[in-house]
């Protein structure tokens, strides 16, 4: 009867042991470790500026954001006319957040802009607060490809 007992309980670990070992062979996610760097360039599309989110103020088309790296983990960006003239250009430094469908963009100081870029490379550009000649309630909008 111990034997059987014995021979059981080894049964078990030897079972527990294989089952064990065979969950840690899965890959784990891999996350790059400078994703700036994998999202850095121009983005070319058309863009908007909007009042109050009701009314469309202007149209552009061929409006671009370059996307400047400044660390592995931070980004710079400039919004730009077609001809190349800057639309806005801050000294925000934006957080590159990977995600599982693309990369999220966030600046603490700035917390209702929206940045979000794909694994195909498709940028979406929501700004919410934007002052135009002294008056608020202006937003932009962009949506485009890297260049």
Not at 45 to 63: C, H, R
């Amino acid at each position: 009867m111990k034997q059987i007992k014995f021979l059981g309980m080894l049964l078990i670990a030897l079972t527990m042991c294989v089952g064990l070992n065979s969950c840690s062979k899965e890959d784990e996610p891999k996350w790059n470790d400078n994703p700036a760097g994998a999202i850095q360039g121009t983005y070319v599309g058309n863009g908007k500026l909007s009042w109050m989110d009701i009314l469309d103020e202007e149209v552009w088309n061929g409006m671009k954001i370059d996307v400047v790296r400044s660390s592995n983990e931070y980004v710079i960006l400039t919004l730009r006319f077609a001809d190349g003239t800057t639309i806005l250009q801050s000294d925000r430094v934006y957080n590159v957040i990977e995600t599982s469908t693309g990369y999220m963009l966030r600046d603490s100081n700035a917390p209702n802009v929206e940045v979000t870029i794909d694994k195909s490379g498709n940028m979406h550009y929501y700004n919410p607060n934007i002052t135009v000649g002294g008056e608020e309630g202006y937003s932009i909008t962009f949506n485009g490809r890297r260049e």
